[in-house]
């Protein structure tokens, strides 16, 4: 089956970075209500398939690509063919990941279980999961903890679960170290499902905890769009921060209808303004990473709507992309831009750059009268602001 997407400007190549995870396109339908409808597409073919459309690589879950009971033969074999499909497409693998949510054997969590068997069974995995990453050069090891949450507050206390979740990535930060796995590992937060509430929510909670990591430097951030959005949160905040902060280590980029369960939506399907000061936010700062997608087709779609929808996300990001070059050209906008700049630029008291602290500077400051009618009267021009910008992404401007 194959796809024709015409070519244009925003049609995808390899150095625009964009990555799937083997979930992602390989997702077959499934939801709590109802069974797969789409056939499992081989990784070899996702591949083969991603690589035409003009993909970068595809990250995955150590199950995506070798199943839970896999013998060793049966690695070997995997690990050659899949070798195989990235030598013949050039196509790369830059994440991996492990999965520690599917298997009943974590329904009460994996490095936060209560039961140490499983905790210890959780490390065993995700270091066989760190070797196979390592195997096809992934840089980024994200953290999902999927089941690391709870129902009931009677079953453990949130402090436990954070020394256990800390205890289980200062064990793996050590073990990357002393084989010399190139890795940073990304935290992803999520408010909750499937558990009726996840530790570590937000990105913002995930921040503060990697500071009291024993390796901070190795370990940054994975935010998600619907995870944040979950929270009835701003996602380019999170992204924000994550960038001044120097933690932006990987994005998770989908799309997300307010206040419902997290619906991995194609990215740009839902708030294309959200997403189009995303995009901003990435290329303004130049961030180097890549775009993945952790998203599906719909559950309507047969396999050349998974394609469409794989093509779609790319395409949308060029076109957001075109936007914001787009805004950054626009003469009125930055004129409205500029009076800002001007305004941020002014000198209130000679007491240099910034608002450092000095005593002459406290002193000057006190003594300084401002005009307080003046600071009253500023107008900002922000509904127009918002409104060029509105027309430029509806297409009149
Ligand atoms: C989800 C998560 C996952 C993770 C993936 C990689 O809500 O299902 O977003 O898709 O991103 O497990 O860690
Ligand atoms: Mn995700
Ligand atoms: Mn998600």
Redesign the pocket.
């Known amino acids: 089956m194959t796809t024709k997407h015409p070519q244009d400007t925003y049609s995808p190549r390899p150095d625009d970075h964009f990555t799937f995870?083997l979930?992602?396109v390989g997702n077959r339908g499934r939801d709590p209500f109802g069974d797969a409808v789409r056939a499992a597409i081989p990784p070899t073919t996702i591949v083969r398939r991603l690589a035409e459309l003009g993909a970068y690589g595809v990250?995955f879950?150590d199950n995506d690509l070798i199943p839970f009971d896999a013998t060793t033969a049966d690695r070997e074999r995997i690990v050659k063919d899949f070798k195989k499909a990235l030598a013949d497409t050039g196509m790369k693998v830059p994440m991996a990941?492990t999965?520690l949510?599917y298997d009943a054997c974590f329904k009460e969590g994996a490095y936060t279980s209560n039961d140490a068997r499983v905790r210890a069974f959780a490390l065993q995995k995700t270091m066989h999961a760190m070797d196979l990453g390592i195997e096809f050069g992934a840089k980024t090891y994200?953290?999902?903890g999927?089941r690391e949450g709870l129902e009931t507050n009677a079953c453990k206390a949130p402090q436990d679960a954070i020394k256990r979740f800390r205890e289980a990535l200062n064990f793996l930060c050590e073990y990357a170290r002393d084989n010399k796995y190139d890795y940073q590992f990304a935290l992803?937060a999520?408010p909750n499902?499937p558990r009726g509430d996840l530790f570590l929510p937000t990105s913002g909670h995930m921040l503060a905890f990697i500071y009291t990591l024993d390796h901070p430097e190795m370990v940054g951030l994975?935010p998600?769009t619907?995870?944040e959005q979950m929270s009835g949160l701003d996602f380019s905040h999170a992204v924000g921060q994550a960038l001044e902060a120097g933690k932006l280590f990987h994005i998770?980029l989908n799309g997300q209808k307010p206040s419902r369960y997290?619906q991995?939506l194609r990215f740009g399907s839902e708030d294309q303004k959200g997403a189009f000061f995303l995009v901003k936010l990435l290329e303004d700062a130049r961030w180097p990473g890549m775009r993945h997608f952790?998203s599906h087709a719909y559950r309507t779609e047969d396999e050349q709507g998974v394609w469409d929808f794989a093509h779609y996300s790319m395409r949308t990001y060029n076109i957001l992309k075109e936007k914001v070059a787009r805004f950054t050209a626009d003469k009125e906008i930055q004129a409205i831009l500029d009076e800002q700049r001007a305004l941020d630029r002014q000198t209130v008291v000679d007491i240099g750059a910034g608002l450092r602290y000095s005593p002459r500077a406290a002193t000057q400051l006190k003594q300084h009268v401002f005009d307080i009618a003046a600071l009253r009267a500023q107008g900002f021009r922000y509904e127009r602001l918002d409104q060029l910008t509105t027309e430029l992404l509806l297409g009149t401007r």
Request: net charge negative; hydrophobic share 25%; charged share 35%.
């Open positions: 995870g979930w992602t990250n879950h990941t999965n949510f994200v953290f999902w999927g992803e999520k499902e994975n998600e619907a995870h998770d997290d991995d952790d």
